[in-house]
Structures are given as C-alpha cells and as structure tokens.
C-alpha cells in the first residue's frame, strides 16, 4: 500500500472530506487529492501532522513494516545466589584441597605407624631400632608441617578475601553449554562466562558444590539451587574433567529424572569417606604387615619356624572383612565405595590362603622327646634330660635349590640345667660362639639366626661343624642354645648339594648384598617361608617343585634375619 492511498484510507477511517483534512493540516484541498494520487509527496513536517492526526507512526504513513522489539534473553533453566560469609569460604577451600591434605595426613600417619612398627620388631629381635623410629618419625614430621601449612594458607587466603570484597555476593546461572557468572561486592563487580567443560573439578558433599574453573573458583549451597537442579547438576557431572560427589545425588545413568533418596552429607560424608578409605588402603597392606607380624610371632614364640606362625595372617583378617561390611554400608550411603568390597573380598581370601597354609605345611606337632635322644645318639654327643621336648616333624619335600627340614625341636631345661649348659658349652671345643660363613650357607634360613653356642654335625661326612664339598645328599643335625631362656634348638634337615645348589647360593646372596641396606627390617625367617609355600605347592603340583624361589618370590619375601 503507498502513502497516498494510506492517507486515503485512514481520511475515510476518520470520516474526514479532502476539505476538512487540508483544513486541519493547513493545505490545499488540490494538495490532498494530489497526495492521495500518488503525484507528489508530503513534506516531512506535514507527513508529521498527519501522524498526529490518524493516530500512526511514520513507519505505519509510509507502510514500512515495523522492527520487532529487542525481546528478553531467555530465563536460565537454573540459578543460584551465594552470600560469601568467611564460614562458608573456609569450607569450600577445604573440600578443593581436600584431597592434598587427606593424602599429604595419610602419609604423616603412615610413617608414624611403620616407625612404632620396625621398633617393635627391632626390640623383638633384640636389636637397637632407635635409628630407624627416629627416621621415620621425622619424614612423618615433615608431612604434618606440610599438611600444617595448607591449613595455614586456607586461613590466609579466607582472610584476604574478606578484606578485598566485602559483602561479596555471587549469582551462577546455568544455560545450555555454559555457565554465567556475576559478582558484585561493596568494592567492585565483575561478570564472565565459563564453559562446562573449562571446569577442572566439580567436587560436592551433599551440601555444597565446588566449580574448579579455568583461573578461579565457585562454590554454593545445593539447597539454593533453583529451577532444573537436576538437569544442572546432569551437565556439571557430564561435562566436567573431574567429579566427586555422593552417589545419591545423581544415579550413574544419564539424563536425569527422577531425585535419589539422600545418603551422607556435609562432614560426615567425607569423614566416612576417608573411613572407607584408610580401610582401603588397610586392606591392600595387610599382607605386607602380616609377613613381619608372623616374623614377630615367631621370634616371641621362641621357635624360628615361620610357617607354624601363619596362622598371624588370621589376626589382620578383621581388617579387609571391615573393609567389605563398611563398603556396602558406605555404597548404600551414597559414597563411592565400591573399591572397598573388591579389595576387602580378593585380600581376605588371600589372608585365609595364607593362613591355611600354616596348617598344612607347619608340621606335625610332637611331645616325643625320641627324637632328641635320636638326635643325641645319631651326632654322638650326650646332652642333659630335658623338661619338655616339643617337636615339629614336616613333610619331606626335596628340592636342588633348598635344604630340606625334617623336623624341629626346641628343647626346654630346668633352671639348674640351663645355668650349668650356659656354663659348659661356650668351654666345649665342639661348640662354636660364632658360626662361620660356609656353615651359615648350608643352613636353613629360618635358622641362620644364632641364639648362641651352636654345632653342626653331618651324618655322611661323620664330623662337626664341616661344610661338605662333593655333591651328594647330606643329613645334618644342627644344635644351637639359647642361654636367655634356657632352651635348645634341634634341627634335623637334609640337603642335595648340586651345582644348581651353588647357582643358586651365589645369586641369592650377592642379591641380599645389593638390597641388605634396604630391608634389614624383619627379625623372622620370611625367605624360608616363602620357599615353604613353594615346597607345598610343589609336592600338590610336581612341575612346582623345581621353582626357584629367588625369582617369583624374591622381591616379597626377601627379608634376612638380622
């Protein structure tokens, strides 16, 4: 439609002639029949007169179709505003660097625990472990100044900012594909924009959320969060390089529809975390502790034998079965402890193999004082009558690598007996104080540790404390005394010397020489029980018993006595 017939058109509208509008503009009324035709064209003053008289815009005169009004963004799907009290920043500073401060404890307690750990045994070997307690207990010192000092920082960091803003006030409105950030305080204000996936961390306690953003960080109270809080928490959980959150909060699946039945928040959540956690990492070390636990048992219990205190390996079996009650406890609560029950399951099967073992390879026990007379009459010696005999008699496994136990002794005395043995023997030439190197290596090595005055005496060879240097088989007899409690040690073991015997003697030792200023820490025959395990398995499984216990097992069971 052109201007002349608008004006036309809106002159009828208004019931007006030519004459009575040229009247009002202040025209002709030729001027208004020649606007109306289209041959000439109104002024811009007049063209302003008729818009004031028909009620129109000049956009509507002169039929232009009229821009749209700017419309309004549209609402976020999901907002929330947060009041920065000190409180609330100290919290939302300890959950980002929770993790540093729970590893950084974690080790401090550690060592603290491996320090009290190696004393107790070094007193139980009778040997000064003040040195190493000192150690350990200083590297743990250095992690608790470590750990102090994040703490430190956290309150410096909530003090400053406090100081620089304010009444600080933060709004986070969450669209689709980024999050809009203001913030105002009584000092300045500022707004920017982040992506979900320029989030480092997303880390939440039930309670509150934490945004690890590209420079800086965000945090708010879950209970603030207005609009689609599901489809908002959805996209952090989706789009964020690390998320740590309660299972409850959001199920595993994506998108989200329906909410989830609240588990732990706030402090408890994570104090039962680092629960489930410490348990975790329990769980994983118990059989490293349960080897010197063993060691422990049997330097206290007197008798060398390692694997008759297997049975240690049962004291620690409450450790994973806590591990596993308190992970399905944890998984109900909300808290990702679904790691708990595997390693609890898979390490307390191990414990009550290992443990097992104890029983089926630790001997059969024996109060026959026959064989310490044997013992006396096969090494022609003559030794005092003894109050109690106990004997464990094993099961004969041969191996080229090992010697072979056939049983054990451990001989008590009466008081008087023991005085007078501690008095003779040491004058006894066939009894030697100090037990040479090559006597040493035909040993088993549960019992290379000497109590005191002792003698080796070989059936074959017919003489003490000789070492054999033809290959053959041997049968030895191997006596040593223990004058703080009174009591003998018989051993009765046999040895096929070959040349994979001397193989393996010289790569075993130069390997204890390498590693020995690392591992003088177990006072207990931990190598010996090792190579028990393997004779076992070997008699159940004959291709086993020519394994050779310095590789597979050397690097867990190598421990020496000291």
């Not at 502790?289 to 422990?296: N, S, W």
Request: one cysteine or more; hydrophobic letters at 40%; aromatic letters at 12%.
């Amino acid at each position: 439609m052109t201007v002349g017939e608008k004006i036309q058109q809106r002159r009828k509208e208004k019931g007006w002639s030519q004459e009575d509008l040229a009247e009002q503009v202040g025209v002709s009324r030729q001027s208004i029949s020649l606007w109306e035709k289209d041959q000439t064209t109104p002024s811009l003053e007049n063209m302003k007169t008729l818009c004031r008289l028909f009620q129109i815009s000049m956009d509507e005169l002169l039929g232009q179709t009229p821009l749209p009004s700017p419309t309004q963004p549209p609402p976020p799907p999901a907002m929330v505003t947060t009041h920065w009290s000190p409180e609330f920043l100290k919290r939302a500073l300890g959950m980002l660097h929770r993790k540093y401060l729970a590893v950084t404890l974690g080790f401090a307690v550690t060592l603290m625990v491996l320090g009290i750990l190696f004393a107790v045994l070094g007193w139980a070997a009778g040997e000064d472990y003040g040195a190493n307690l000192a150690g350990f207990l200083f590297y743990s010192l250095i992690f608790w100044v470590f750990w102090l000092l994040r703490r430190i920082q956290i309150q410096r960091v909530v003090k400053r900012h406090t100081a620089l803003y304010p009444n600080h006030v933060t709004t986070l409105e969450f669209y689709p594909g980024y999050i809009h950030i203001q913030s105002r305080s009584d000092r300045s204000s500022s707004s920017n924009d982040w992506s979900y996936q320029s989030l480092k961390a997303v880390r939440c306690d039930g309670e509150i959320i934490v945004l690890q953003g590209p420079e800086s960080m965000n945090a708010f109270y879950l209970a603030d969060l207005q609009g689609d809080a599901l489809w908002a928490l959805s996209a952090l959980k989706a789009n964020a390089k690390k998320y740590s959150a309660p299972n409850w909060l959001l199920p595993n699946r994506l998108p989200v529809k329906h909410p989830v039945q609240p588990g732990l928040k706030g402090n408890r959540y994570y104090l039962w975390k680092n629960i489930l956690l410490v348990l975790f990492i329990a769980s994983l070390g118990c059989l490293l502790f349960a080897m010197p636990l063993c060691a422990l048992l049997s330097r206290l219990g007197g008798l060398p034998e390692f694997t008759r205190y297997l049975w240690g390996f049962y004291l620690l079996l409450p450790i994973p079965v806590a591990s596993i009650l308190l992970g399905c406890w944890g998984i109900r609560q909300g808290i990702p402890a679904k790691k708990n029950v595997i390693a609890g399951a898979i390490m307390a099967v191990l414990l009550v193999i290992y443990g097992s073992i104890g029983f089926l390879s630790g001997g059969v026990h024996s109060w026959d004082p026959a064989y310490y007379t044997q013992a006396q009459t096969a090494a022609k010696i003559e030794l005092p009558e003894a109050v109690s005999v106990d004997t464990l008699v094993f099961q004969p496994l041969p191996s080229p690598y090992y010697p072979t136990v056939l049983s054990s002794s451990a001989v008590t005395y009466s008081p008087e007996i023991a005085a007078q043995l501690s008095h003779s023997l040491p004058r006894d030439s066939l009894w030697s104080a100090q037990t040479e190197d090559s006597i040493q290596e035909i040993l088993p090595i549960d019992y290379r540790q000497p109590w005191g005055p002792s003698l080796l005496y070989c059936l074959e060879l017919d003489g003490y404390n000789t070492a054999p240097e033809e290959f053959g088989e041997y049968n030895f007899y191997y006596f040593t005394y223990d004058e703080s409690r009174g009591r003998m040690l018989v051993v009765h073991f046999r040895m096929e010397l070959s040349q994979q015997t001397l193989e393996y003697r010289n790569y075993f030792s130069a390997d204890i020489a390498i590693t020995f200023p690392l591992i003088k820490i177990c006072p207990g025959g931990i190598p010996s029980g090792a190579a028990s395990v393997i004779r076992l398995l070997g008699g159940v499984f004959p291709p086993l018993a020519n394994i050779n216990p310095s590789g597979a097992f050397r690097m867990l069971f190598q421990f020496r006595q000291i």
